[in-house]
T-cell receptor
């Protein structure tokens, strides 16, 4: 059973388009993180959200944590080829250890020039 | 700061061979982790450690062993390699935090093929 479901699994778009990827669960998380992984490298943290309803922006990337802390979304405005990569969401379960993360399977994004 | 380093970067093993994947961090982090990543499957936790001398099983520990004799090093041992252990292995570390979340820093990975 996958605790964190990410959708879509694959996404191929043209440069300049907008996109949203989703991370959903039936469980409550005390925090949720988004990582980006480029080919041949390890994941790198983009953002952490901890409060229900929280919205964080990182340049053209907007992250939102659901009000009930069970889901999150990542929106990219005017995507660029440099945004290409695997986007992983990861959460620390509410009531669990904050140092153990559960990862989703990821969304593989390709932005074509 | 080198961050988290892993060696080797690539390795091919024959069935039944053993090997140790090395991981080191220079950030004085208490927590260290080993994950495996299979295509389309995200990251699965193999083992983790909350400090020197303390290790615990993660989600998929079978066929692996770990030790943590120092804060810096967290090697992963495969005793009898099987084709099912073909994967990319990532080591990560994080600092002990009083806040509710914990950022993990990852190494570049070891790509292992068992034939």
């Amino acid at each position: 059973t996958q605790l964190l479901e990410q959708s879509p699994q694959f996404l191929s778009i043209q440069e300049g388009e907008n996109l949203t990827v989703y991370c959903n669960s039936s469980s409550v998380f005390s925090s949720l993180q988004w990582y980006r992984q480029e080919p041949g490298e390890g994941p790198v943290l983009l953002v952490t959200v901890v409060t229900g309803g929280e919205v964080k922006k990182l340049k053209r990337l907007t992250f939102q944590f659901g009000d009930a802390r069970k889901d999150s979304s990542l929106h990219i405005t005017a995507a660029q080829p440099g945004d290409t990569g695997l986007y992983l969401c990861a959460g620390a379960l509410s009531g669990g250890s904050n140092y153990k993360l559960t990862f989703g399977k990821g969304t593989l994004l390709t932005v074509n020039p | 700061n080198a961050g988290v380093t892993q060696t080797p970067k690539f390795r091919i093993l024959k069935i039944g061979q053993s090997m140790t994947l090395q991981c080191a961090q220079d950030m004085n982090h208490n927590y260290m982790y080993w994950y495996r990543q299979d295509p389309g499957m995200g990251l699965k936790l193999i083992y983790y450690s909350v400090g020197a001398g303390i290790t615990d099983k993660g989600e998929v520990p079978n066929g692996y062993n770990v030790s943590r004799s120092t804060t810096e090093d967290f090697p992963l041992r495969l005793e009898l390699a099987a084709p099912s252990q073909t994967s990319v292995y990532f080591c990560a570390s994080s600092a002990r935090q009083k806040k509710s979340y914990n950022e993990q820093f990852f190494g570049p990975g070891t790509r292992l093929t068992v034939l």
